[in-house]
């Protein structure tokens, strides 16, 4: 059976992307997308090392996406949308971080699920 070369992976000229940053109180992940949804690039505070409370910080988020920024800029990225889920401590910094590598943030959303009415409170404590 004849050896098969693998194709070399192709520089995408993408203009805009855009970021979904999940930050909790124990963790922050951020996943690069194209516009119809396609994962492109991912990263979080675990992948790079931080472990523990650690990565639930401000700078573990600004570590993730100074290091996103950095393979964007490789592919041709320019303008980015940022979508921020939840309650934790990096949702500023990897904005901060994306805008200081080079990138403009065209869009700030805040897609944080929030109950309408929410769960059936537990039922009263009787003494």
Known sequence: MAYKKSKKQQVKNIDTVVAHVQSTFNNTIVSITTTDGNVLLRGSAGQLGFKGARKGTPFAATQIAGNLAKEMLTLGVRMVEVNMKGPGAGRDSVVRALQSSGLTVSVLRDVTPLP????????????
């Open 116 to 127: 309408h009415n929410g769960c059936r409170p537990p039922k009263k404590r009787r003494v």
